[in-house]
């Protein structure tokens, strides 16, 4: 196989079921605030003991440690959103949102460099590594991601069953384009995760964005990688290497080469497409949605209110 070593046939089941219980508790926590307190602040800080006496695994490394409580930190914000409207009573709350995403993009680009700029060959931090030029193009990819993100002064909440913060300016070329980087990342610099945590969690977060809960893509990555990252840490060794549930990637160059630069080319087309969308409606990506007019009569996205922030006015 290209991007994997071969593997059990019962492997497909076990990823087909993490997908369907990550989108499961995403489904959840959408229907929930109980369920969202007891799984975003309960639980972890219950966990948060038995992470610290198992701090000296071979898995988890200052990555996992600031992955985890980001992602988490990211749900908590974003219920204050869904919950209290929160952005309208504090006009600088917006900011938090895509603040979060843009440092979890941040230290994934850290790590890709660090990846390459430190030359990662051989089992470090209880996975085995290869390096190459590819960490450096999907690094760059990673931060003309972080440049592109925008729309967020149209972030609202949703007032049905589900209590979803919305985010219209995210469309699909958007989420796609990340998500391509995202497992390319993952492939790359934890390759002992890239068949469930590269593949599995990114298409978790990008099935309800683009089917059935359009608009919440930003919501459900933060959902989806909590759930996996307090599985990570708390049974770091499940997935690892050695175990009958591990998948290994091939640790074939030209499998890397190939997803980097997917990455990169999603990444400058947006780019080229978002600066062309600016330029002709002589828009301003601090104040102004670049999309979300399309998005909404593509997407069927309810509409809802915008508020932006007395600093951008």
């Excluded at 209290?84 to 895509?98: E, G, M, R």
Aim: charged letters at 10%; proline letters at 3%.
């Amino acid at each position: 196989m290209f991007f994997f070593d071969a593997f059990p046939w019962y492997n497909i089941f076990v990823w087909l079921f993490v997908l369907a219980i990550l989108l499961g508790l995403n489904q959840w926590v959408r229907l929930s605030k109980r369920a969202s307190i007891i799984l975003f602040l309960i639980l972890p800080l219950v966990l948060t003991v038995v992470w610290y006496l198992n701090k000296d695994n071979e898995i988890t490394s200052w990555f996992t440690w600031i992955k985890v409580y980001s992602a988490l930190a990211g749900s908590l914000i974003y219920m204050g959103i869904r919950y209290h409207h929160y952005h309208k009573t504090y006009s600088w709350y917006v900011f938090l949102v895509p603040g979060i995403l843009a440092i979890n993009i941040i230290e994934a680009v850290i790590r890709e460099f660090q990846v390459g700029w430190q030359e990662f060959e051989g089992m470090i931090d209880g996975m085995y590594y290869i390096s190459g030029g590819w960490n450096y193009l999907n690094a760059i990819a990673g931060l003309l991601n972080l440049l592109l993100i925008c729309g967020w002064v149209g972030i609202y909440a949703t007032k049905g069953k589900h209590k979803d913060m919305i985010w219209p300016d995210q469309t699909r070329l958007f989420i796609i384009a990340y998500g391509v980087w995202n497992i390319a990342y993952v492939y790359s610099c934890a390759p002992g995760n890239a068949f469930y945590s590269g593949f599995g969690l990114n298409i978790a977060a990008t099935l309800p964005a683009l089917l059935w809960a359009k608009g919440t893509w930003m919501q459900s990555r933060a959902h989806t990688l909590s759930f996996w990252m307090i599985w990570v840490m708390t049974f770091p060794y499940f997935f690892a290497d050695g175990s009958a549930f591990n998948v290994s990637v091939s640790y074939n160059p030209s499998a890397n080469w190939v997803l980097a630069s997917i990455s990169l080319t999603l990444n400058m087309t947006l780019a080229v497409w978002q600066v062309y969308r600016i330029v002709k409606y002589r828009l301003n990506p601090l104040k102004d949605q670049l999309w979300q007019k399309s998005i909404s009569e593509d997407n069927d996205i309810s509409t809802g209110e915008v508020v932006l922030p007395a600093i951008l006015k």
